[in-house]
């Protein structure tokens, strides 16, 4: 059965989206906006919905992106876990995903939150665990430049590893509560994690019970030769960016190889390639939202775009002109920028003309069309192992989610290719995942000191 997840930003996942008669009037800290998503998503029985995140207003350097707002630039936003606490008690299956960054926090403060929502929504949460790909993020964490890759990624497996532990502490039936007794607790059911490792010292136990489903479910982005290891030991959801099948393919391979390198299940790693998805009753419906943006972007918007998701400044390159070489190594975003590279090599594309590809689909690949056009390609890339889900982006929110739940989950249904009721259980029931084992630490159990 195929994953289905959306990220949704209210101001919609095209450049102009915000911009269009069927966005949201307004959407800046509206929860009444999130909320009526989250209750939208899940009546077309998505697994997830997810909410991006970083730690800094950023495009404050690009005066032209800043001031027409982007989509991935969020200059106010609430806490992702804030927000998902709150959504929890406003539905009932789907999974509640976001990112936490690892490089500027502590494991012992996110095992607890995201402890704290796998409580709150009986077992639905879900972490992306991302190390931060704007650089600007570490300018708030007192460094004067972002952290190099390859310590980030270190860092994040040593805290990924801890927070493992700290979510073993408690067994299951440790908290007994019985009143007849006077027994709280079981103290044999507890265990100190006493990591000491080469980034982070932390004792343990986490002050929180074993969580419903053990560990939260854990996803990764990063498409780095780090990032993908860093998602082959540890992540259970694993996007991708591919702009077209045989690169999805490609990563798809590479990445279950990666997985069972590790000694894992690759059947236990879902891989989730980002569409955007334009359609509607007719193909003209579809064409006619699809140009209405794309005329909503100003070039000048288009060209910053594109220079963003390359982290290169193409303003001062003739936009009718092709794409300068792009195949040097830069901080953060190398999966955007390869991906351009590759295609605008293969198909000869000016930076015009590659602005126009990405900007709809915010660097991932459009599936426009019919109904059954789209759902052909979503069917196409999941039966060709190019997929085993998709990160669906909604070009205009709220009408690209109306859409695709009353035009394309039924399509998808009517072919068997998705679930037409959640199953019972926790997010792991839905997505169709083991739930961990409580490991034992051997050097873990409480013992009572009394101070001399
Ligand atoms: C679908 C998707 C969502 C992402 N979400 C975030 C995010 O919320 N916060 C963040 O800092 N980075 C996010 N990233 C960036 C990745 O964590 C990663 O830095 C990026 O893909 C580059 O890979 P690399 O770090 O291995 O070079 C996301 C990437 C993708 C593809």
Redesign the pocket.
């Known amino acids: 059965m195929m994953n289905l997840m959306t990220g949704v930003f209210p101001i919609g996942a095209h450049l102009a989206g915000w911009r269009h008669p069927d966005s949201w009037p307004l959407t800046n800290m509206r929860l009444d906006v999130f909320i009526e998503m989250a209750k939208l998503a899940e009546r077309g029985k998505f697994d997830m919905l997810f909410l ?3 730690n800094a207003v950023r495009a404050m350097d690009d005066p032209i992106m800043f001031v027409a707002n982007t989509n991935t630039d969020r200059p106010s936003t609430y806490d992702p876990l804030m927000i998902l606490a709150v959504l929890a008690q406003h539905t009932t299956h789907i999974g509640l995903f976001c ?1 936490a ?1 690892t490089t500027f926090d502590q494991p012992y403060l996110l095992a607890r939150r995201f402890g704290s929502l796998d409580h709150l929504s009986n077992g639905r949460a879900c972490w ?1 665990v ?5 650089e600007g993020d570490a300018l708030n964490f007192g460094h004067t430049e972002h952290v190099p ?1 390859d310590e980030r990624y270190e860092r994040a497996d040593e805290f990924v590893t801890i927070c493992k532990g700290l979510w073993d502490s408690w067994a299951e039936d440790a908290f007994i509560e019985d009143k007849a007794s006077g027994r709280f607790l079981d103290p044999a059911k507890v265990q100190r994690l006493n990591h000491v490792g080469k980034h982070y010292t932390v004792q343990g136990p986490l002050n929180v019970a074993r969580l419903p489903q053990g560990y939260p479910v854990l996803a990764s ?4 030769e ?2 993908r290891e860093l998602a082959a030991r540890h992540a259970e959801v694993i ?1 991708s ?1 591919a702009l077209t099948k045989a690169e999805a393919q490609a990563f798809y391979q590479d990445q279950k190889a990666r997985v069972v390198r590790h000694g894992r299940n690759p059947d236990h790693v879902r891989i989730m390639p ?1 569409i955007s998805v334009y359609t509607g009753t007719s193909e003209a419906e579809a064409d006619e939202l699809y140009a209405e943006l794309q005329e909503l972007i100003p070039s000048n918007v288009g060209v910053a775009s594109l220079s963003k998701f390359c982290r290169m400044d193409l303003s001062g390159f003739p936009i009718d002109g092709p794409l300068p070489d792009l195949s040097e190594e830069v901080v ?4 955007y920028r390869k991906s351009i590279d590759q295609i605008a090599t293969q198909q000869n594309l000016t930076i015009r003309q590659m602005y126009k590809l990405i900007v709809p689909s915010a660097g991932h690949v459009t599936f426009k069309g019919t109904v059954d056009q789209v759902v052909d390609q979503m069917e196409d890339w999941y039966r060709s192992k190019a997929a085993d889900g998709f ?1 669906v982006s909604m070009p205009v929110l709220p009408r690209s989610l109306n859409t695709f739940v009353d035009l394309v989950i039924p399509e998808l249904q009517r072919r068997g290719l998705f679930r037409t009721e959640y199953p019972q259980g926790n997010l792991r029931n839905i997505l169709g995942l083991p739930t961990p084992e409580r490991q034992i630490n051997p050097n873990g159990a409480w013992q009572f000191h009394k101070p001399a």
């Open positions: 991006a995140d970083g990112t960054v992306n991302v190390t931060g790909n704007y890759k982005a990063g498409q780095s780090a990032g996007f960016v980002g953060g975003m190398m999966s990160n």
